[in-house]
């Protein structure tokens, strides 16, 4: 554990006692969606880097996390989360409430050891990236943590599914069944996570039917091929580039009350995300909307792609030095039958 990390085991035993009675953190609040959140984040430049390695410690948990699980993973996506639920013509959504502060130290613990971590080692990392037992909410490891600490509701959660005959997907605290046929599970999805310490938010517990809005972290699924993108993205998405097209870009933004360059980004933004969702609908508004298109699309340059391909190169070096054999790397012990 102490090559991993970087420090020794003394100096590990004291960032984890000075968590414990929460020191070395500093907490502030801040404005989410009209809602205040308290975030938590340390204080010491070296426990900062001891979380980092933790994360590189967990990548290989999270290429053995199950299929459903598609948030706060490399490479999955709100499309991925999506996907599953395409075509199906009901479909059932459950939040639960205060994510990060319904998970201690002993989920974190008991997930460790799930994926095969010894329990002195699993005891000592959830010890590190925890406050006063607590997964803090701005702790970098906290989003990976989370995922690990649901390995025994992700299992009660698939196994639920299996029985009823669903797909599932739990994009971090979001959780969506779906299937062919009308079903209700909130009995179910309450009882599991008040086993496992969690609170659904009945307030916001969706039962949807075809013909109604069928949404899954914000994509339709009511089409038969594919995840699309809703219908008031793309229209208002026209609207914006064919003014642009139409009056040009600082034109747009003056009678928008927003600076040409805001404006330029949050397009680009806009495009660049409903590209890597729906590659066609982009397609056609290059095709229809040329003009406005082109004016506001992030195009990567030559020199930019150079760069992130050196950065990439210099990565893989450093975790190839890194490898020295001093402690074997992490081997999953269990995997999830899909």
Do not use: C, W
């Amino acid at each position: 554990m102490e090559p991993f990390l970087g420090a020794t085991q003394e100096q590990l035993e004291y960032y984890a006692d000075q968590l414990d009675r929460s020191r070395l953190v500093e907490r502030y609040m801040v404005d989410r969606g009209g809602k205040p959140r308290e975030v938590t984040r340390p204080t010491s430049e070296s426990l900062k880097n001891i979380h980092r390695r933790l994360l590189a410690l967990l990548t290989g948990v999270s290429i053995d996390l199950p299929s459903h699980v598609t948030g706060y993973v490399r490479g999955r996506s709100i499309l991925l989360n999506a996907a599953p639920h395409v075509g199906n013509r009901f479909l059932q959504r459950f939040d639960l409430k205060s994510f990060f502060d319904h998970i201690d130290r002993g989920a974190i613990v008991g997930g460790l050891r799930h994926y095969g971590f010894h329990e002195v080692v699993a005891e000592m990392l959830a010890r590190l990236s925890t406050v006063n037992g607590k997964l803090p909410t701005g702790f970098a490891t906290s989003p990976a943590m989370a995922n690990v600490a649901m390995a025994s509701f992700d299992a009660d959660l698939v196994a639920l599914a299996a029985t009823r005959g669903l797909s599932v997907t739990r994009y971090a605290d979001d959780i969506t069944l779906s299937g062919s046929s009308p079903f209700d599970v909130t009995g179910d999805m309450v009882g599991i996570s008040e086993m496992h310490g969690h609170e659904i938010n009945l307030e916001k517990a969706r039962t949807l039917k075809y013909g109604q809005p069928l949404y899954v972290t914000g994509l339709s699924t009511s089409e038969a091929d594919r995840p699309r993108l809703p219908r008031p993205f793309k229209k208002r998405l026209r609207q914006e580039l064919y003014y642009i097209g139409r009056f040009g870009l600082e034109s747009h933004a003056q009678r928008t009350g927003v600076a040409p360059d805001t404006l330029r980004l949050r397009l680009g933004g806009r495009i660049a995300y409903a590209e890597s969702i729906e590659p066609s609908f982009v397609a056609g508004l290059l095709e229809t909307l040329p003009r406005g298109a082109t004016l506001v699309r992030r195009v990567p340059s030559v020199e930019s792609e150079e760069k992130r391909t050196a950065s990439l190169l210099r990565l893989a070096a450093r975790v190839t030095e890194r490898n020295s054999g001093r402690a074997p790397a992490y081997t999953p012990t269990h995997t999830f039958s899909e």
